[in-house]
């Protein structure tokens, strides 16, 4: 089993903060996902990062690949109450059909 | 993106009966789809991989007998509870893989209740 280990666990700041989420793992990936859940609701897909190194910005959020594919990270810049959510990486691996391996999850609140 | 639809969305059923749920994809064809459970306020947990026309992959410890999996068609996969118990009781997510060989698509969820 390929562990990708996301942290922080749970996360509870102010509006017009920035904050970062964490994904490791020991396991190369071929790509990595960032998903976004609301309760009650499926995930959503955010952005794929595919190369090592790879940077890809999205409005106030920032992914980052690691240089080797094993890790990853999601910056939020001024955070706002809209982004409270469940926040999921999940990492990929071709020799396993492409099978997406999940990390715990984020929790984000962000108060107004 | 490619649009999964789930249905039903909610679902209460009583001890000892079977609740079907369908998984589709409006906007593209899935030869592979994946179903999930969630329990609450955790990650979610591959149970099987569903592939069109074939017998689908479980991972350890899902039982294949209570948790019937048929992908018919390539738009359509569809995940069968046998004989619920009230620990069944959980969030049910499908998924569809696209051409692109990375991307998983969710649907909107199946929230289970076995009373």
């Known amino acids: 089993t390929q562990l990708l280990e996301q942290s922080p666990q749970f996360l509870s700041i102010q509006e017009g903060e920035n904050l970062t989420v964490y994904c490791n793992s020991s396991s190369v990936f071929s790509s990595l996902q960032w998903y976004r859940q609301e309760p009650g609701e499926g995930p959503v897909l955010l952005v794929t990062?595919?190369?090592?190194?790879e940077v890809k910005k999205l409005k106030r959020l920032t992914f980052q690949f690691g240089d080797a594919r094993k890790d990853s990270s999601l910056h939020i810049t001024a955070a706002q109450p809209g982004d409270t959510g469940l926040y999921l990486c999940?990492?990929?691996?071709?020799?396993?059909?492409?099978?997406?391996?999940f990390g715990g999850g984020t929790r984000l609140m962000v108060k107004p | 993106g490619a649009v999964v639809s789930q249905h039903p969305s909610r679902v209460i059923c009583k001890s000892g009966t079977s609740v079907k749920i369908e998984c589709r994809s409006l906007?593209?064809?899935?030869?592979?789809m994946f179903w999930y459970r969630q329990f609450p306020k955790k990650s979610l947990m591959l149970m099987a991989t569903s592939n069109e026309g074939s017998k689908a992959t479980y991972e350890q410890g899902v039982e294949k007998d209570k948790f019937l999996i048929n992908h018919a068609s390539l738009t359509l996969s569809t995940l069968t509870v046998t004989s619920a118990h009230p620990e069944d009781s959980s969030f049910y997510i499908c998924?569809?893989?696209?051409?692109?060989?990375?991307?998983?698509?969710f649907g909107p969820g199946t929230r289970l209740t076995v009373t």
């Open positions: 906007d593209f064809q899935a030869t592979t």
């Open positions: 990062v595919v190369t090592g190194g």
């Open positions: 999940a990492g990929a691996h071709n020799n396993a059909g492409n099978m997406l391996t």
């Open positions: 998924s569809a893989r696209d051409s692109a060989p990375y991307e998983q698509y």
